[in-house]
């Protein structure tokens, strides 16, 4: 004969019913299943989930996941004329507010430190207001030299430290204002000379 047990109620309820197999210490386990609500929340995020990853992950690859995202909006940069400060020719015209702003940066980046307050140079960096470069002739050596640094001799890169439009601005600066002003005291010529 079953078991009769209390129900919070107070009404007499039949063990079996309402109890499972499951015996721990003495305690027995009440079979209580989730409401049906619950379970198609449950089975509805699964389907969702699985739709989700068959859509952004789906074999063959879709593009639709970050990378192939990241990959074509590289692509597009890329196609955009000026955009990349590397590919700057020697018939780039700057314009009066990125020459500004260079010389912002110019100060506000410590450049002055090596270069002098109006580039001519001093005991650790070169003359920029010469035609003689060290590291080549093209403004996208310049950018390089910037980008990458020269740490041999000191120069810190900062391409982590600034944005490809702050580097294009402070090339602009150089090449606009800098080159050719012959301010006092410039440094001796290094390097070979270009046109």
Same mark, same amino acid.
């Given at each position: 004969?079953?078991?009769? +047990?209390?129900?919070?109620?107070? *009404?007499? +309820?039949?063990? @079996?019913?309402?109890?499972? @197999?499951?015996?721990?210490?003495?305690?027995?386990?009440?079979?209580?299943?989730?409401?049906?609500?619950?379970? &198609?929340?449950? &089975?509805?995020?699964?389907?969702? %989930? !699985?739709?989700?990853?068959?859509?952004?992950?789906?074999?063959?690859?879709?593009?639709? @996941?970050?990378?192939?995202?990241?990959?074509?909006?590289?692509?597009?940069?890329?196609?955009?004329?000026?955009?990349?400060?590397? *590919?700057? %020719?020697?018939?780039?015209?700057?314009?009066?507010?990125?020459?500004? *702003?260079?010389?912002?940066?110019?100060?506000?980046?410590?450049?002055?430190?090596?270069?002098?307050?109006?580039?001519?140079?001093?005991?650790?960096?070169?003359?920029?207001?010469?035609?003689?470069? +060290?590291?080549?002739?093209?403004?996208?050596?310049?950018?390089?030299?910037?980008?990458?640094?020269?740490?041999?001799?000191?120069?810190?890169?900062?391409?982590?430290? !600034?944005? @490809?439009?702050?580097?294009?601005? !402070?090339?602009?600066?150089?090449?606009?204002? &800098?080159?050719?002003?012959?301010?006092?005291?410039?440094?001796?010529?290094?390097?070979? *000379?270009?046109?």
């Amino acid at each position: 004969m079953a078991e009769i +047990i209390k129900h919070p109620k107070n *009404e007499n +309820i039949q063990n @079996d019913k309402y109890s499972t @197999d499951h015996d721990y210490d003495g305690i027995k386990e009440l079979n209580n299943p989730s409401p049906y609500w619950v379970l &198609l929340l449950f &089975l509805g995020t699964i389907a969702f %989930s !699985l739709f989700y990853a068959v859509h952004y992950f789906g074999y063959p690859n879709n593009g639709r @996941d970050q990378i192939s995202e990241y990959n074509k909006q590289m692509a597009e940069v890329g196609k955009q004329p000026g955009q990349n400060p590397s *590919e700057l %020719s020697a018939s780039v015209v700057f314009t009066k507010e990125q020459m500004t *702003e260079g010389a912002k940066l110019f100060t506000e980046k410590g450049c002055f430190a090596c270069h002098g307050m109006k580039g001519e140079g001093n005991a650790i960096g070169p003359n920029m207001t010469d035609h003689f470069w +060290i590291h080549g002739c093209k403004p996208a050596d310049l950018v390089k030299t910037i980008q990458e640094g020269v740490p041999e001799k000191g120069m810190t890169p900062f391409k982590s430290t !600034l944005t @490809d439009a702050q580097i294009k601005n !402070l090339v602009a600066y150089i090449l606009g204002t &800098l080159v050719g002003s012959n301010p006092p005291n410039a440094k001796a010529p290094q390097g070979v *000379e270009c046109n």
